[in-house]
């Protein structure tokens, strides 16, 4: 064989008439593979389609109504839904999710025509927490000076407090999966212009919705200062019960410093009714001394019964 002439490597060519080029093709189909998973991972993340069902139980007051109004504004992932008529059958309500296609679960149950409480569930296998809701004030009553547009994504935001129990990161978790409007919500419009923060302080859960201003009201025409600015609605959530199931099953957490408002009221009844009845035991006293001091008193002689007798 000349000097001049290049070796050249054979090539085992296949009845189909493909050339084999051995570790080089199985490489390529492997990045192949893996670029294809992480493609499929991205897009279920992109894919994620959250949807809320809201709905109260009958004997709701109108404050009440006016804060499932204002849930219903900020939220474009929400869906309505009629009131339900029983309190005792709560599995009724995965049946509602699942006609609505919904996979988390608002409902507000009131008592008494006074007391409200939220059941935060995430349908139909769970887990769900059972949450007293006090301070309730809404948008009209507050009359904030903050405004956002209407069907716009909201930034849920956390304090530092939800990074310490078991039961506060389990929370936080359904919270996210519930006040977090996806992308792909049809009724989304693209604009990112307020925060739905999550405040945990004394073991109560503090909601406020504030507005993005990115001008100084003051300077308008000065440099972009970015500030908040509250539009409402605020409540705060005392949680009492979180259980494994949707709306029942073994119970995960149970907080041990919740006083029903039944409870405390008739405590409270209790405590005045204690003072009416010391108060009447001290007037009766006074009247039965009195009584005794005329008694042994003997009868003036210009008593008016003598004089005129």
Not at 48 to 64: A, C, E, F, Y
Not at 269 to 283: F, S
Request: a positive charge; proline letters at 5%.
């Amino acid at each position: 064989m000349d000097d001049d002439e290049e070796e050249v490597e054979e090539v085992p060519v296949k009845k189909n008439g493909k050339a084999d080029k051995g570790k080089g093709k199985d490489l390529s189909k492997k990045k192949t593979v893996v670029l294809g998973e992480v493609d499929k991972v991205e897009k279920a993340q992109q894919r994620r389609k959250d949807k809320v069902l809201m709905l109260s139980s009958r004997g709701i007051t109108g404050r009440m109504r006016h804060l499932m109004l204002d849930l219903e504004a900020i939220l474009p992932h929400l869906k309505k839904d009629a009131k339900l008529d029983s309190k005792s059958s709560l599995h009724l309500v995965n049946e509602l999710a699942d006609l609505h296609s919904c996979n988390n679960t608002l409902y507000f149950e009131a008592r008494r025509h006074e007391d409200l409480y939220l059941w935060l569930t995430r349908s139909p296998n769970g887990p769900s927490v059972k949450c007293h809701v006090q301070n309730i004030h809404t948008m009209d009553e507050l009359k904030m000076t903050g405004n956002c547009l209407k069907g716009s994504r909201g930034l849920v935001c956390f304090d530092g407090g939800w990074d310490g129990d078991e039961q506060w990161k389990l929370l936080r978790e359904m919270l996210t999966h519930t006040f977090s409007v996806p992308k792909s919500s049809r009724k989304l419009k693209p604009f990112i212009d307020h925060i739905l923060s999550f405040s945990l302080l004394d073991n109560k859960i503090w909601f406020r919705n504030f507005q993005i201003v990115e001008k100084d009201p003051l300077q308008p025409s000065g440099p972009p200062v970015t500030s908040l600015v509250e539009i409402g609605p605020r409540f705060v959530l005392t949680p009492i019960r979180i259980f494994e199931g949707s709306f029942g099953g073994p119970t995960i957490f149970a907080n041990p410093e919740f006083i029903s408002p039944a409870s405390a009221r008739a405590s409270f009844k209790r405590i005045q009714g204690q003072k009416y009845k010391q108060r009447k035991n001290v007037q009766s006293e006074r009247d039965d001394r009195r009584t005794r001091q005329r008694d042994e008193l003997e009868e003036d002689e210009l008593a008016v019964g003598r004089v005129f007798a």
